[in-house]
């Protein structure tokens, strides 16, 4: 639906707009001359962020959908691209927080399944419709949103962090395929970022960023035309010792970590 008057500016696409990220992305974006076209399962909420821009200048356009609809999403993207040809595509929608945490006999089939349906199809459902239009066009960006949580197999959750490491090889192979037609792609690994989701967390989040902080350092990396960033510094570098020490002693420390943290 359309909120606002239309004005000839920058389109950008966002999945999973109704909150965290996803809403902070938008409403970074929002400013006179930009189309918003925003996605989320949750109407009210993503309402109410559509409002926000707006009221920043925005035109908006919103849709009720699943990123797991491979039909449904390529009718809405490419729908979006006819109306205005689409500049910037986020693929952020996916799940996580409690909803991801492992119980000890481990994840539910059904559980795991629908977590790499959305964090890794769902991806591939937002980007797959408009590869041709970017490609037609000689220009274009894709911005994959992966996770920390994507570089290194946690016991808190390991569909979740395959889900994410998934996301995050796809958008690097897209990245190579992309570049010889002017596409542009970012993968995006963050850490804990003030959300409803990773409030649901029954563990710490150590170095949590504000939603709009991420959304602003995310912005700023796709305007630097940069091909992957990652935050906070701190938890990257931490990530990063882990392949530097011997697996059986990441495996003990991580193991007594998640019996700690989750389940005392």
């Known amino acids: 639906m359309a909120i606002s008057p239309r004005a000839i500016g920058l389109h950008v ?23 918003l076209t ?27 959908c699943d990123v797991t609809d491979a039909d449904g999403m390529a009718a809405w993207l490419t729908s979006a691209d006819q109306v205005r040809s689409i500049d910037i595509v986020f693929a952020n929608a996916g799940i996580g927080g409690k909803a991801a945490i492992a119980p000890p ?4 089939n059904a559980v795991a399944r629908l977590i790499f349906a959305t964090n890794t199809l769902g991806v591939i459902n ?17 911005v994959v949103v992966s996770s920390l949580a994507g570089l290194l197999g946690l016991p808190h959750s390991p569909a979740y962090c395959g889900s994410k ?18 596409v542009r792609v970012t993968v995006v690994n963050p850490g804990f970022i003030d959300t409803p989701m990773s409030r649901s967390l029954p563990l710490p989040g ?5 939603a709009d902080r991420a959304a602003r350092a995310v912005k700023a990396a796709v305007e630097k035309g940069r091909s992957e960033v990652t ?21 003990a420390i991580l193991v007594k970590h998640y019996r700690r943290t989750t389940f005392s």
């Open 105 to 108: 006999e481990g994840e539910a």
């Open 126 to 142: 937002t980007v797959t419709p408009i590869i041709p239009r970017f490609v037609g066009r000689q220009t274009g960006h894709f």
């Open 38 to 64: 925003l996605s989320g399962r949750d109407k009210m909420r993503l309402l109410s962020v559509a409002a926000d821009c707006v009221s920043a200048g925005a035109e908006v356009d919103i849709v009720v």
């Open 206 to 210: 150590p170095r949590i960023w504000s």
């Open 13 to 35: 696409v966002i999945t999973g707009a109704s909150s965290g990220l996803g809403a902070a992305l938008a409403r970074v974006y929002a400013k006179p001359g930009v189309l």
């Open 165 to 182: 490491a998934a996301v995050r090889v796809y958008a690097e192979g897209l990245r190579r395929l992309m570049r010889p037609h002017g």
């Open 231 to 251: 935050f906070p510094w701190p938890l990257r570098l931490a990530v990063a010792a882990t392949r530097a020490l011997p697996s059986r002693l990441v495996d």
